[in-house]
């Protein structure tokens, strides 16, 4: 039986039967999904319980109209989620365009000039520290099978991850549901409210400086760093948000 193996010097002619193996194919990482899934909940969370946190403080320091309050965060948290959500599959979508563009630019480039192609995979090799017999043997592994091939030069020379063509639909929808509840979540005070709305502030200001801390805590357990930094940092640039909505609404609530 004909070995598989291709000599170096045969590399660029057999590479010429690649092409009918890539036909309509796609490079998956299963493990993206769950990144995405992590990076829009975050993304979601954080802009609307900020968003929102920033607009009931102002509006507090401006009037004591408890109804205006809610009117206000209401239609805050209708916009920011159906606009965060969008951008997020608009933005999505771009990206999985870019990333078959540059796929099918990889294929052709396959079947046109392998040449050129071997030479790149070689070179990211010795990159990483490859030389002499075990460099040849590490761009042949990769060389003589065309979806590793494919796989390698879109990762390693391209720098793009795949992007399923059900992402954009699902960053879409995480990132609406997480900005609805990050909406909400400094909204509960208010449920409670009687008289003064100065109380129902500081409770929002406390739950939602507890919310992001968990947030970044979270997110520091499922990746890297220190999770009491990440919690922290987390909680102090939404609670300055919300400060500084605070801050603008006594000002102008003060102009004549």
Same mark, same amino acid.
């Given at each position: 039986?004909?070995? @598989?193996?291709?000599?170096?010097?045969?590399?660029?002619?057999?590479?010429?039967?690649?092409?009918?193996?890539?036909?309509?194919?796609?490079?998956?990482?299963?493990? &993206?999904?769950?990144? +995405?899934?992590?990076?829009?909940? $975050?993304?979601?969370?954080?802009?609307?319980?900020?968003?929102?946190?920033?607009?009931?403080?102002?509006?507090?320091?401006?009037?004591?109209?408890?109804?205006?309050?809610?009117?206000?965060?209401?239609?805050?948290?209708?916009?920011?989620?159906?606009?965060?959500?969008?951008?997020?599959?608009?933005?999505?979508?771009?990206?999985?365009?870019?990333?078959? =563009?540059?796929?099918? =630019?990889?294929?052709?480039?396959?079947?046109?000039?392998?040449?050129?192609?071997?030479?790149?995979? =070689?070179?990211?090799?010795?990159?990483? #520290?490859?030389?002499?017999?075990?460099?040849?043997?590490?761009?042949?592994?990769?060389? +003589?099978?065309? =979806?590793?091939?494919?796989?390698?030069?879109?990762?390693?020379?391209?720098?793009?991850?795949?992007?399923?063509?059900?992402?954009?639909? @699902?960053?879409? &929808?995480?990132?609406?549901?997480?900005?609805?509840? #990050?909406?909400?979540?400094?909204? $509960?005070?208010?449920?409670?409210?009687?008289?003064?709305?100065?109380?129902?502030?500081?409770?929002?200001?406390?739950?939602?400086?507890?919310?992001?801390?968990? $947030?970044?805590?979270?997110?520091?357990?499922?990746?890297? #760093?220190?999770?009491?930094?990440?919690?922290?940092?987390?909680?102090?640039?939404?609670?300055?948000?919300?400060?500084?909505?605070?801050?603008?609404?006594?000002?102008?609530?003060?102009?004549?």
């Amino acid at each position: 039986m004909k070995s @598989n193996r291709v000599p170096p010097r045969e590399v660029d002619h057999a590479s010429a039967a690649l092409p009918s193996a890539l036909q309509g194919y796609e490079v998956v990482n299963p493990r &993206l999904p769950r990144a +995405n899934l992590l990076s829009n909940f $975050i993304l979601g969370s954080q802009d609307g319980l900020v968003n929102v946190l920033g607009i009931l403080l102002g509006l507090t320091a401006a009037t004591s109209d408890l109804r205006l309050v809610f009117v206000a965060a209401f239609a805050a948290l209708g916009a920011e989620s159906i606009s965060m959500g969008a951008v997020a599959y608009t933005s999505t979508q771009a990206r999985r365009k870019q990333y078959l =563009r540059e796929l099918e =630019r990889e294929k052709e480039e396959i079947r046109e000039v392998p040449k050129l192609g071997t030479d790149e995979v =070689r070179e990211i090799f010795q990159g990483w #520290g490859y030389q002499g017999k075990k460099l040849q043997q590490a761009t042949e592994a990769i060389v +003589n099978n065309s =979806r590793a091939w494919l796989a390698f030069m879109m990762s390693h020379e391209l720098k793009l991850e795949p992007i399923s063509e059900s992402e954009p639909r @699902n960053s879409f &929808l995480v990132v609406l549901a997480s900005t609805v509840f #990050g909406s909400v979540v400094p909204l $509960i005070p208010y449920f409670f409210a009687s008289g003064s709305l100065l109380p129902s502030a500081f409770g929002s200001m406390g739950l939602s400086g507890v919310v992001l801390f968990f $947030i970044g805590y979270y997110e520091s357990k499922t990746t890297v #760093g220190s999770v009491w930094k990440s919690g922290l940092q987390m909680a102090v640039i939404g609670l300055s948000a919300g400060i500084a909505g605070f801050a603008i609404g006594h000002f102008v609530g003060a102009l004549p």
